[in-house]
């Protein structure tokens, strides 16, 4: 079992920056690979970003690509999202979430592959 808690969203300007954290409770954190979705009203939950157990393998959205960078520190048992030049498309939820299962190398890019997620973190760009 992983408890998952984001933190970091907020209001930010179009251009500017937002770090996301996602800490996790539970001993099996640094054996899954770990995520983030985002849900923007009246559309459906996209994914964003991803990265292996290892944090050696990550896989992102084509809109995230060189925007945003997603990392983990297992000692800490923490995944982060550092998103950058956001514009107000990027305004969502912002879900993290760990997959269901072990030591999987390919880097799970679809929500039905994983088993824990957090409540969600606002994120609001304005033009």
């Known amino acids: 079992q992983i408890e998952l808690v984001e933190s970091g969203g907020g209001l930010v300007q179009a251009g500017g920056s937002l770090k996301l954290s996602c800490s996790a409770s539970?001993?099996?954190?640094?054996?899954?690979?770990v995520g983030w979705f985002r849900q923007a009203p009246g559309k459906e939950r996209e994914f964003v970003a991803a990265?292996?157990?290892?944090?050696?393998?990550?896989d992102y959205a084509a809109y995230a690509q060189g925007r945003f960078t997603i990392s983990r520190d297992n000692a800490e048992s923490t995944m982060f999202l550092q998103m950058n030049s956001l514009k107000p498309e990027d305004t969502a939820v912002y879900y993290c979430?760990?997959?269901?299962?072990?030591?999987?190398?390919?880097?799970?890019?679809?929500?039905?592959?994983?088993?824990?997620w957090g409540q969600g973190t606002q994120v609001t760009v304005s033009p």
């Open positions: 539970g001993r099996t954190f640094g054996s899954v690979a």
């Open positions: 979430a760990a997959d269901r299962r072990a030591f999987r190398e390919v880097v799970p890019t679809t929500p039905a592959l994983f088993a824990y």
């Open positions: 990265i292996n157990w290892s944090g050696r393998n990550q």
